[in-house]
Structures are given as structure tokens and as C-alpha cells.
């Protein structure tokens, strides 16, 4: 891992972030008591140039954001047909719907469709061909909420191999400008594999990132309601 970044603070983020969990599980906070909620990684860049609009980048994981019970949904290019033998054909498990792009596009007359399809789906998967034009389908319901579809080539020779490697993975999809999030671990994981899916994933994500560090000016951890732990910030230049 990047010798830019401590990996004492990794731990201490790791170890702070679940502690919060559990005290809310304590103090009876529902949302940490009935629901799966996601933690984030929280990256602020400057301005910076991407070619990744539409197309996530899939980082692999130590630890699975998905349990055995999670079901996913297939978009595929028209036909449907042969995609949906060819995955039947692997048994591919969790992969309980496979639909062609104009037959989604049929289905989802509005919001409410589209929030029901959502709620009824833990992850989607689409082919790379097409997932550009996916946003305009499935909307800001599923973008705004971080549930972008994850790529996958249907051409692949090793299709079950393709969908383990995705699901075994999570996703970047960078900002030109401001805040990147990386769903990075989930609030049933322990405070050791919180810590192992970030040194696992970090240097991967730092990667895509156009001059890496810098135009990074900060890296941190939280959920959705917790406050922002500081995994690293630039440095302040001497003026």
C-alpha cells in the first residue's frame, strides 16, 4: 500500500467507524439495527480530467460487500435470450433477473418503477457495451443512490469467473470535480475487515486517479450519518 498514507491512521478510522456502529446498535438506533448500511470512502479531488463518465471501474475487495441471500439483475444487450441461456447455462447463483435494455426501458414507466426495481435488487450488473446509455433508463434513483450498474463483458469466455470477480469487487466511478465516494465495507463487517478492504482496495483506487495524490485533497471514511474520518489530507503548502 502507499507509503503516502499511515496505515496506524487506516486503523484507527477502522476501529472508530465501527465502534460508532455498534453505539448506535446500542442506543437503539433502528438504522443500524434493521438495515445493511453501506461505509464509505470519501475522496475530494480538484479539477481533474476523467474518461470514466458512465463507465464504473471495478476495484477488487478482500472482503465481499454481498451475502449469499443478495440477488442482482442482468441488462443486456437485444436480444435478452442468448445472454439469459448462456448465464443459465453457468448457473451463475444471486443472478435472478436478466433483461435486455429495451425491454428495461419498457418496464420502467416512472419513478415508482424504478424505486420498486431498486428496492427489489441488492446490485446490477450490465454489459460494458451498453452501460453508457443505462443513466437515462434507470435514473437518478439508482445514480444519486450509489447503485450504479456495475460492467461486465458478456463475451467473456468464463462468464462465471466474470461475475465472481464483480461481485467480489466494488466500484469507482470518478467525479471531475469534488467528492468521489467508494462503497468500501458495510456495517456488518468487523473493525479488522473494514481496516483489510481498504489496504487491499486503496493503491487500485489511487490508481485511476489522474496524477493520484496530487490532485487528492482529502480520503475519508464515514456512513451516511456519521461524521467524516480523516484516512489523510494534503498537506498545507508553506506559503
Known sequence: MTDVIERSQIVKCSKAIHAYIQRERLNGNKDYLDFLKAIWLVIEVDEIQSTHKFKPTLIPLKHSL??????????????????????????IKKITMVVGISNLRSKLKGKDDRVQLYNDYDGVFADEKIIHLLPDILGPVFYNKKKQPMPINLQSKNLLREFANAMNSTYLLIKNKGITSVKIATTEFS??????????????????????????????????????????????EDE
Open 66 to 91: 454481498y451475502d449469499k441471500d443478495s440477488d442482482f439483475f442482468v441488462v443486456t444487450k437485444d436480444p435478452q435470450t442468448k445472454y439469459k441461456q448462456l448465464i443459465e447455462k453457468e448457473r
Open 191 to 236: 473493525a479488522k475487515e473494514i481496516f483489510e478492504n481498504i489496504t487491499y482496495a486503496l493503491d487500485k483506487i489511487i490508481a485511476q486517479i489522474p496524477g493520484k495524490f496530487k490532485h487528492i485533497n482529502s480520503i475519508r471514511l464515514k456512513t451516511s450519518d456519521s461524521i467524516a474520518l480523516v484516512i489523510y489530507k494534503k498537506p498545507e
